[in-house]
């Protein structure tokens, strides 16, 4: 009943925020909105949620893991108000501003409440993951479908099903509070080498998801595919992950190290190999798909790692601070790919992205610390 609970959570959270994200694209293109002020959009979310990110640490120590899951599903709730009530460009900006707050809080509370379920959490998570990321995919299909009105309509929908999740949080195991440890404490976090592997790995797989979602349809694209053919790469991909997932729960506590550290150079190499378009696209492609299994692994293993390796009361604030580095990563590489693409072609661009995500990880393989 324990893991049922937040499972049951966890998906209907997925489906709703998946459905959302996919939604708040109709109606802004219902509105006639230009395709850079969608980007902009999507980019205050994204900057929403790394500011989020950086501040959920301290929630930890004064409300209860389900309680900040139930109040982003509830946040989650609200950003669909504000699509309803609030007409035209503003609406959609807060609910973007909503939505990100609601990320950080719910996906930093429920690995945590995942971790200290009890022992094996790598099983919990890989579950948990293998559920989440599967809504993720079917939020799109539903998004589409309820779109085919009212764009605006579907958010009713949607916040009911956030609300549903929120009630659901009642049945979560109501987990103690976090010990408060001096603040100097945290700064000790980054000593433990498990840490500097997950967080980096949670860099790397953030990495590949901004490129994914804003850059694979574009350079492909380029390349001649037509849009039916690379929404079956980008299917590929999301199925890799799903697979990495998967695996992950089946990888022993002694190589959880080991294991980030591999899929982390594999995300990157991954995203290095869109250098190779358009001459040498089966390699591309395949770079695509390696990465998006690479990246399953990593959200697997690198919150169960990054929690197992620090002490309990550290638990929330590592799960939080490798949150932190994905994040960013969302935020800031198509920030970086666009900047580099003003001065380079797009596919040495995207070398670059790969080489800047994989080389962290790289130097902690090279400068392994003496905690493990």
Not at 87 to 108: D, T
Not at 150 to 156: G, H, N, V
Not at 244 to 259: C, D, E, M, N, V
Request: overall charge positive; aromatic content about 6%.
């Amino acid at each position: 009943m324990r893991t049922l609970a937040i499972d049951v959570v966890t998906a209907l959270y997925a489906l709703a925020l998946a459905t959302a994200t996919v939604m708040l694209t109709f109606v802004a293109l219902d509105e006639g909105l230009s395709l850079a002020v969608i980007a902009s959009l999507s980019a205050a979310s994204a900057a929403t949620q790394f500011v989020s990110r950086s501040l959920v640490n301290h929630l930890f120590r004064i409300a209860t893991d389900r309680s900040i899951m139930a109040g982003s599903l509830m946040v989650l709730a609200l950003s669909m108000l504000a699509v309803l009530v609030i007409p035209g460009l503003i609406g959609l900006l807060v609910a973007q501003l909503l939505q990100g707050i609601s990320r950080a809080g719910f996906w930093s509370g429920s690995q945590v409440h995942v971790l200290r379920l009890g022992p094996r959490p790598e099983r919990r998570m890989a579950r948990n993951q293998f559920l989440s990321n599967g809504l993720a995919v079917l939020g799109p299909i539903l998004a589409g479908v309820m779109a085919t009105g009212e764009p605006r309509l579907a958010a009713a929908v949607i916040a009911a099903i956030a609300i549903v999740g929120a009630s659901t949080c009642l049945l979560l195991t109501r987990l103690p509070l976090f010990e408060r440890v001096p603040k100097t404490t945290d700064n000790k976090l980054w000593r433990y080498h498990g840490m500097r592997v997950g967080a980096f790995g949670t860099l790397a797989a953030g990495s590949f998801n901004a490129v994914l979602t804003t850059f694979v349809p574009i350079m492909f694209g380029d390349a001649g595919w037509a849009e039916a053919r690379t929404g079956l790469l980008i299917g590929a991909a999301n199925a890799g992950l799903l697979v990495g997932s998967l695996a992950a729960g089946a990888i022993a506590a002694a190589f959880f190290s080991r294991t980030v550290t591999i899929a982390t150079l594999a995300t990157a190499t991954g995203i290095a190999s869109l250098a190779c378009l358009p001459s040498l696209e089966a390699v591309s492609v395949s770079g695509v798909i390696v990465a998006g299994v690479g990246s399953g692994v990593i959200l697997t293993l690198g919150p169960t790692l990054v929690g197992t390796t620090v002490p309990e009361a550290l638990r929330g604030s590592s799960v939080v601070f490798a949150g932190v580095f994905r994040a960013g990563a969302l935020f800031l590489t198509p920030l970086a790919v666009s900047a580099a693409g003003l001065v380079m072609p797009m596919p040495l661009a995207m070398l670059l992205i790969g080489v800047l995500a994989g080389s962290p990880g790289a130097v902690v393989i090279a400068r392994r610390g003496t905690h493990e």
